[in-house]
């Protein structure tokens, strides 16, 4: 299983996600002016500060030169997973549905919260149980997620314990995938809840459900895998 | 040298911040009139900002040897060896007077300012830490606004670098009104062959700039701004801020240590104050060389802008770096890949002159140890006020108040309550490496690759320097030290900010002096060695001066992670027990007598350092060999304000009975004379400790050691001298919370 793990100018989290995906894998980093994908299984989109987060969040790192390729990759069924900034360039991208709006408090917010696994039949969490409760950081000051009309409830993979919504997310939606159920965004953040020394080890749960999903059907060809 | 229009005179020099006296003696060294370039590089060169001119001969006798230490003061950031190869670099500065002009980008900017020094060492930034001072904020509507901007600042520069915002202080005082306290710490880990000196060498070689643009932002920063008293009109003073962009401080960050990770790097430097005058000039003062450099190549934000304006500028977010002219090419493609400007814009010479040059035309040649090296160091002339300089602060609590609703004010005040509301704003996480976080324990704790860990944690406390600058002084080094055994650390360096008011006044001079006498006393007592810090003068205002403030900065190492201490009672049926004092606390110069509006006292209780460090040993030790279940030093508030955080830190009661202390170590039980000295008072050296009876016992044999309660249920219950009084745990947590309504 190999990790890619994008880095844009101003991603802050791509090395812990890269360390974090290590644990379960090989992982390496991904350049955004690339457009090669170094045969990955799976990319990684890493929080952080993208571009500066100037415009919008997320905004101006959708139209890097990698994400060429990843969305390719996506359509294709490959695994995408995006972490906080991540899931704001999915989103961007027209990769997951919905947007992510300021924060209600209007300020950053780093706590460690609950996070409630709602299904756990996904490539990202199979490493779950359904209605287990994962201790994760957020921290962000762009994280109430606003699904799309007509939104379907089933693609709310995670959200927030009863009383834990660090910023007003409708319907304390923490996580959503797409349709096809390959690509994940979050606002926690697992890759800092791999280790109980450093506050939890519960994030290493949706790294270890992505190797578990690996090797792919053979649908998702042409990736170096077969 | 090629001349157009009329050369400056002493009025422009004084204007610039020069005395008299220091144009005519620049008039001396160059053997002419400076002209207009050379004039603004001496005005900011030999500012108190830069030349530390009032405080040099003072920090001299500060001790700053230390078998840890692998840089000393001098460099951009003082290091220390942590072992495993690593070296640690960390240094403290203050950006307070551009915080209290504009408190967003002057916190914003101080961090990014600290962050660059650390880098410029070669060294990774791990963390950040700050330490606050403001008005009251419930008096004052301008306290709330510069402490609300100030928290933003710096959470929008350190969570966008990626750096974590591990830790902190924050404290309010009437005279920090209008002369806020904005000091930002960092530290940074690097191989330790891999870190760099500053130091320009080998004529020929190319002198590099890159990073952001250059504007005409923070002109006259270092002299107008950071070297002479706040007063009316500061608004005006806007322009003198830097604004910073920390999109562009990630991508510098990067880029530099990529640069030294190639090895394309003889000398790295960041620019700061006085931009790239101070810069290009301490290169090469330090390298006992000259510099050659062309403004017209440097890349500018603006069209137009004068050569004084190139360099003077404090433009944020670039560096300066010396490449061997092989290595140039090489070393551009690399800031083009950070998409970062790299221009070549001069050279080392051999010359010991800083030459200007504006294409072919030279604007200004000057000696560069005129520059950097003799600028007038001043006596100052310390005198004793005869009368106190500072009014009683005003009384909020009610005179009749018992201990019940005293514990509770104690909590809701601004000083004690809890910081989560500022500290939320930060990511203490990023790097992964945190393995105790703000209100885990007294201090921040960050894991290193070997197993072992790194401690930090900064400290000061004006009111107690005021009221004794010596000894207020020294029980801010034991604050540290102390907060460093809480986790099992001990201290390998020290870095310092002083931030006092104008030292051309007799008892500012006197506290200054004094503060440093403590500094450098403590310091020795403690083995600790002085790796660095910065000067912050003129901190006054109108109404006065502010509290004489030195905020003190440590780093430790703690041999094994899995031992770090937790502030917080961890367990049911633990014992309770106050460690260290030998002799009662007092009340006067603590949190309760300002609460009570009571006059700061003329000094403070004299401390046994001896016995102190004693203490700390054995404290340090009982954590590391993990024998305590929790430890928490007594500080602001006293005993009593300690265990209630401990109670709240570890979401746990306790039942204290101080009428008949239980002696773990025998016949040292001593029944209190005064209960509201003994819950109340302050003095350094004292930790709240739970654990079993044996490892307390253990630990007694060692330091002084009462057993005053046990650990368990849903309340703080005390009974001391015939009076019992309870807190429900919510009680104390509503108490606690008073801060977050400031931040709704």
Known sequence: MKFGVIRFPGSCDEVDAQLAAARVGEAVLLWHADLDLQGVDAVIVPGGFSYGDYLRVGAIARFAPIMGPVTEFAREGGLVLGICNGFQVLCEAGLLPGALLPNVGLRFVCRQVGVEVLDAETSFTRACGAGDVLSIPVKHTTGRYHPPPGFDPALAVLRYAPGENPNGSEHDIAGVRNEEGNVLGLMPHPEHAVDE??????????FASMALTYPYPSAVGGHGYA | ???????????????????????????????????????????????????????????????????????????????????????????????NHPSAVEP???????VGGILRDIFALG?????????????????????????????????????????????????FEGPYEHNCLVNAMALGVAPRERLIRSAAAGAGNVVVLFGAATGRDGIGGASVLASAELGEGDEEKRPTVQVGDPFAGKLLLECSLELLERGLLVALQDLGAAGLTSSASEMASKGGVGIDLDVARVPLRESGMEPFEIMVSESQERMLCVVEPDRVDEALAVCARWELHGTAIGAVTDSGRMRIFAGDELVGDVPVAALVDECPLYDLAPARPSRPLYPAPAATLAPGAGVEEALLALLRAPNLASRRALFEQYDCLVQSRTVRRPEDADSAVLALPDGSALAVTIDGDGRRVAADPYRGTIEAVLEGAANLACVGAEPL???????????????????????????????????????????????????????????????????????????GFAREGDLVALVGWDAAPALAAGELSKLRGEPLPGGLPGVDLERVVATLAAVRDAV????????????????????????????????????????????????????????????????????????LDELGARTPLDVFGTVGGGALELAVGGVRAAWSLDALRDAHAALAALFP
């Open chain 2, 493 to 567: 360096g020290l870095t310092n900010n002083l931030n006092f008011g104008n030292p051309e006044k007799p008892h500012v001079a006197w506290q200054l002096t004094e503060a440093v006498r403590g500094l450098g006393d403590a310091c020795r007592a403690l083995g600790v060695p002085v790796t660095g810090g910065n000067v912050s003068l003129y901190n006054e205002a109108v109404a006065g001066p502010i509290y004489p403030t030195p905020v003190v900065g440590m780093v430790g190492r703690l041999p094994d992670l899995a031992h770090a201490g937790v502030a």
């Open chain 2, 1 to 95: 040298m090629h001349e157009t229009g009329t050369l400056p005179g002493v009025d422009e020099a004084v204007a610039l911040g020069l005395t008299r006296e220091e144009y005519a003696l620049v008039v001396e060294k160059l053997g002419r009139p400076p002209n207009e370039v050379e004039l603004a590089m001496f005005s900011l060169l030999w500012s108190e900002h830069c030349a530390y001119k009032h405080s040099k001969k003072l920090l001299r006798t500060l001790p700053t040897d230390g078998a840890h230490v692998v840089m000393g003061p001098g460099e951009n950031a003082g290091a220390v060896d942590v072992g495993g190869g690593l070296a640690c670099a960390f240094k403290v500065e203050s950006h």
């Open chain 2, 104 to 110: 967003f980008q002057g916190a914003a900017t101080g």
């Open chain 2, 123 to 171: 060294a990774r930034p791990i963390a950040v830490l700050d330490s606050l001072r403001f008005g009251e904020p419930e008096a004052s509507g301008r306290s709330r606004y510069l402490l609300d901007r100030a928290v933003a600042g710096i959470g929008h520069y350190g969570n966008s670098v990626g750096v974590p915002t591990v830790g902190g202080e924050v404290g």
């Open chain 2, 624 to 695: 590391r060999a993990g024998a305590l279940s929790s430890c928490h030093d007594v500080a602001r508030g006293g005993f009593l304000v300690a265990v209630a955080e401990a109670c709240l830190a570890g979401g746990v009661g306790a039942e204290l009975d101080l009428g008949a202390p239980m002696s773990a170590s025998g016949g040292r039980a001593r029944a209190p004379d005064d209960p509201w000295t003994h819950l109340f008072g302050e003095r350094p050296g004292g930790f709240v400790v739970s654990g079993e009876r044996a490892a």
């Open chain 1, 197 to 206: 020394r450093t506050g939890s080890a519960d994030g290493l749960a949706l």
